[in-house]
T-cell receptor
Framework: EAGVVQSPRYKIIEKKQPVAFWCNPISGHNTLYWYRQNLGQGPELLIRYENEEAVDDSQLPKDRFSAERLKGVDSTLKIQPAELGDSAVYLC???????????????FGPGTRLTVL | KQEVTQIPAALSVPEGENLVLNCSFTDSAIYNLQWFRQDPGKGLTSLLLIQSSQREQTSGRLNASLDKSSGRSTLYIAASQPGDSATYLCAVTFYNQGGKLIFGQGTELSVKP
């Protein structure tokens, strides 16, 4: 079974440029998460989708970040414009079931390492 | 604020040694606690998942314990090997957080041959 796929794996851009990350979750997984991991820290949730609905985006900086999950499968996370402080690893994860009592393991992709110069 | 803390931040041990990694959390109202492994440049791999009703879980040389009342978990690694070198992350799913994982900062483990 294929795992969570993310692309690109690495991205280097200059500040004020836009950037987009793509995630394909494990087939059949209804819940999708985007996390940001700063160097030396644990991941922090940016947004959670249940199917195509964003049910928790409280940590997403909405002035410059946006995300979508059309048709409840693939997802794209965008930053426009990027700032120096956005340099981090962006991780996508998925889990099978829905709901606030979700106790399933989350399966993580390899991440996209973003460097903003 | 619901927080997860891991100590130490880094640990270096000789091969063959048994070791313990620590995780503490601020709220006992949890659904579960997970231990993950992260290799450099890679994503996270789930090692053990302990539901709130459980006290421990074991997988091979790994044993994780959970004490909700004290807000603590430990990950015990027996007979460590150089291949165990990685960063180990503890993550908690608290009530009323919709399945969101709250991660600790991680412990970077180095096992020397």
């Amino acid at each position: 079974e294929a795992g969570v796929v993310q692309s690109p794996r690495y991205k280097i851009i200059e500040k004020k440029q836009p950037v987009a990350f793509w995630c394909n979750p494990i087939s059949g997984h209804n819940t999708l998460y985007w996390y940001r991991q700063n160097l030396g820290q644990g991941p922090e949730l940016l947004i959670r989708y249940e199917n195509e609905e964003a049910v928790d985006d409280s940590q997403l900086p909405k002035d410059r970040f946006s995300a979508e999950r059309l048709k409840g499968v693939d997802s794209t996370l965008k930053i426009q414009p990027a700032e120096l402080g956005d340099s981090a690893v962006y991780l996508c994860a998925s889990s099978p079931r829905l709901g606030g009592r979700n106790t399933d393991t989350q399966y993580f992709g390899p991440g996209t390492r973003l460097t903003v110069l | 604020k619901q927080e997860v803390t891991q100590i130490p931040a880094a640990l270096s041990v000789p091969e063959g040694e048994n070791l313990v990694l620590n995780c503490s959390f601020t709220d006992s109202a949890i659904y579960n606690l997970q231990w993950f492994r992260q290799d450099p440049g890679k994503g996270l791999t789930s090692l053990l998942l302990i539901q709130s009703s459980q006290r421990e879980q074991t997988s091979g040389r790994l044993n994780a314990s959970l004490d909700k009342s004290s807000g603590r978990s430990t990950l015990y690694i027996a007979a460590s090997q150089p291949g165990d070198s990685a960063t180990y992350l503890c993550a908690v799913t608290f009530y009323n957080q919709g399945g969101k994982l709250i991660f600790g900062q991680g412990t970077e483990l180095s096992v020397k041959p």
